[in-house]
């Protein structure tokens, strides 16, 4: 029987290993832009950064990413903010992005950090994306990290 391995989260991660992008939406720039530094300042500034006008440009970018030959990223952060409005637009282009991101993760074998935030108003935009405590950008930063050094021990 396999011994699981027991890690602590963040504990033994390299930033100097890993090659860590991000791709941002510019749509709602005001709560992106807030997810980004949050990431960029786990990063220690260090990270390619891709901005694409909307959600929906997303994993299209990080498919490109994900699929290149040289400098390939360990991982890639996602970034974005859709606002529910009185259609089922946000929904659609909310379960399309997770749908592609997560077969993308899979194909391509780079953790593809979701954090395309799927909300009901701008008051829970700011709680996640202008917040230091709760800023989801730096949250992704530290999965990718944790991530790409998990991925560099499997295999």
Known sequence: MLKPTHR???KSTSKQTARIAIVASAYNAE???????????????????????GAFEIPVAAAALGRRK??????????GVILRGQTTHAENV????TQQLAALAVETG?????????LENKTQA????????????????HTALEMAQLMGEIG
């Open 8 to 10: 602590k989260p963040g």
């Open 31 to 53: 709560f992106v832009d807030g997810m980004i530094e949050g990431a960029l300042e786990v990063l220690s500034g260090k990270a390619e950064l891709i901005r694409v006008p």
């Open 70 to 79: 040289r400098l390939r990223p360990t991982a890639v952060i996602c970034l």
């Open 94 to 97: 909310g379960h399309a992005v």
């Open 110 to 118: 780079i953790p593809m950090v979701h954090e395309v935030l799927l």
């Open 126 to 141: 700011k709680a996640r994306c202008l917040q230091p405590k709760t800023n989801r950008g730096a949250e992704a930063a």
